[in-house]
Structures are given as C-alpha cells and as structure tokens.
C-alpha cells in the first residue's frame, strides 16, 4: 500500500505515461522553471522580511515640513535675507 491507497507500480506507470506525453525535454525545461520561480519566491520573501525588521524611517525631515501659509521652511529663511 503506497500513498492514500495507490501502489508504487501505479506510480510508475503514471511516470511512464507522463514522461510519453511531455519529453524529457520538456519535463527538464518545467523543473528549471518551477525551481526558478521557488528560489525567486524565497528571495522575495526573505527581502520582504528584512524590509520589515528594518526601521521605517520618516520620509520628512523637520526642515521640509510646511509652515503655517503652506510654504517650505527652509524657503521662508532665504527670502527674508533678500528682503534685507
């Protein structure tokens, strides 16, 4: 008794009629493929898991926040030395 009641023989003979209808070539090319595409799956998530243990950083420095008629406030300091 094999795998949820089927026999290794009927393994084998699946195997057989697989490998007659595909080719080894082709079989060969969908194993590379499917093996690229696991190792292209465990790369991402392995980078979407170091994305999340990394600190988030704020994208807006206290410089860059807008002032209170909406202009930047690093601007504001450069035109009042032009108004001088």
Do not use: H, Y
């Amino acid at each position: 008794m094999g795998f949820g009641g089927i026999s290794i023989w009927q393994l084998l003979i699946i195997l057989v009629i697989v490998l007659l209808l595909f080719g080894t070539k082709r079989l060969k090319s969908l194993g590379s493929d499917l093996g690229n595409a696991v190792r292209g799956f465990r790369s991402a998530m392995s980078e979407a898991d170091k994305e999340d243990q990394e600190p988030k950083r704020l994208e807006e420095t206290p410089a860059q926040r807008p002032g209170a008629n909406g202009e930047v406030a690093g601007a504001t300091a450069g035109k009042e030395k032009e108004k001088v």
